[in-house]
């Protein structure tokens, strides 16, 4: 658990940190906050006006168990504030343009010079080194440059980006676990460190496989629709009563699916039996299994598959996803009711840790909701002085 740790955060992936305990103060803008507020709709308003905006789910998705402050960095008091609270905290991450930062005095050097220990990580498009670190970037340019984009979609079809910002969430994992690894260090030292994460990196990191095709074996990849490279069968079918996906990784498994579909015999035809032998005749396998298929109930045939050891499942819609009796028995929904009445629902940290889970203590803040509280907090402001900096126009406070 991180009960003790501090973090000053912008990006949403300080939510992880914020799940096990870390105190994350969200820096904001005050009178605008953090962008994703505005993208909607939808939008969750108040339970007096269900159309009035609110927060859009954007946001809400990812702001959990966070403190808002709402502080102006273009002010000469609001940068002294930061510099102050970075002197208290173990983490900072931001995710600034390269240099963005530094023209304010808030940059790693400087916070370093004041807090020796700090964990400091910026998280851009492009990286703070190289030909295009001055580039903004986002996910879907990342998607795009990285080359996702060339292997996602249907063969004869224009390149597709992932239905989420998959490198987005990506990119805020690999920046977890790296501060989660400058923090021991850190721990153990005295001595902090900075840590560049960018988004193409891991976009580029994120094709596993499909680079070392292209590195070890100088194979360029191409989009496939839903079929594996080199797996088969391995790909969606329509069944009787909807698409289905059978993914077959092993031999034993290839004829455990062609026992429950009839056709035993395919499983050891010499043309089938093998996975080397099933890719080199992968049109022919791929027929003989969806014309079975066809003729079934698929979730019928998902059972038995699942029964007999093949892996197989349904291709659900989100709210097939949210009826499904796996939501409660994993506890995968957690709702927060706010102090107005209005419910928040949050799709919980997957993990499962035995000793030290996941803690849900707050729903998402409001734009400054925190401001007062936290800087009495971190660095015992007294209220005189918090009233003359919300006068003064350098912090502001949600109503």
């Not at 990784?249 to 429950?260: I, P, S, V």
Request: hydrophobic share 45%; with cysteine.
């Amino acid at each position: 658990m991180l009960d003790l740790s501090r973090v000053l955060a912008g990006p949403w992936c300080t939510q992880i940190l914020a799940d096990f305990g870390a105190d994350v103060l969200k820096i904001e803008l005050p009178g605008r906050g953090d962008d994703t507020r505005a993208w909607g709709p939808p939008f969750v308003g108040s339970p007096d006006d269900p159309d009035a905006l609110g927060e859009s789910a954007y946001y809400l998705s990812c702001n959990r168990n966070k403190r808002s402050a709402a502080i102006d960095i273009a002010h000469a008091e609001g940068r002294a504030l930061l510099l102050r609270l970075a002197a208290e905290a173990d983490i900072v991450v931001e995710n600034f343009k390269v240099g963005g930062l530094a023209k304010y005095g808030l940059d790693y050097p400087t916070f370093a010079a004041i807090n020796p220990r700090l964990v400091y990580c910026s998280i851009t498009g492009f990286g703070q080194t190289g030909p295009y670190a001055d580039r903004a970037g986002y996910d879907f340019v990342a998607q795009a440059m990285g080359g996702f984009m060339s292997i996602t979609g249907e063969a004869d079809g224009p390149p597709l980006r992932a239905g989420v910002a998959s490198c987005d969430l990506a990119t805020g994992m690999y920046a977890t676990v790296s501060i989660m690894m400058a923090l021991r260090h850190a721990e153990a030292t005295g001595v902090g460190q900075h840590i560049d994460v960018a988004l193409l990196d891991t976009q580029i990191a994120m094709l596993a496989n499909q680079s070392l095709n292209w590195l070890a074996g100088g194979v360029t990849p191409g989009r496939m629709g839903n079929r594996h490279p080199t797996i088969v069968p391995y790909t969606t079918f329509d069944a009787a009563d909807g698409t289905i996906v059978i993914a077959v990784g092993n031999d034993g498994q290839f004829r455990a699916l062609c026992t429950e579909l009839g056709i035993a015999e395919l499983g050891t035809d010499p043309r089938f039996a093998t996975s080397r032998a099933r890719l080199a005749n992968r049109d022919a396998i791929e027929a003989e299994v969806q014309a079975r298929v066809g003729i079934l109930d698929g979730a019928a045939l998902i059972e038995r598959l699942s029964a007999c050891g093949v892996p197989a499942g349904p291709v659900n819609s989100i709210p097939q996803v949210f009826a499904d009796p796996v939501i409660a028995a994993r506890g995968t929904v957690h709702n927060f009711e706010r102090d107005d009445g209005v419910v928040i629902p949050s799709v919980a940290f997957p993990g499962k840790l035995s000793a030290t889970p996941a803690d849900y203590r707050a729903p998402p803040p409001f734009l400054g909701q925190h401001t007062r509280e936290a800087l009495s907090d971190w660095l015992t402001i007294d209220d005189a002085a918090l009233d003359s900096l919300v006068a003064a126009g350098v912090i502001a406070q949600h109503d």
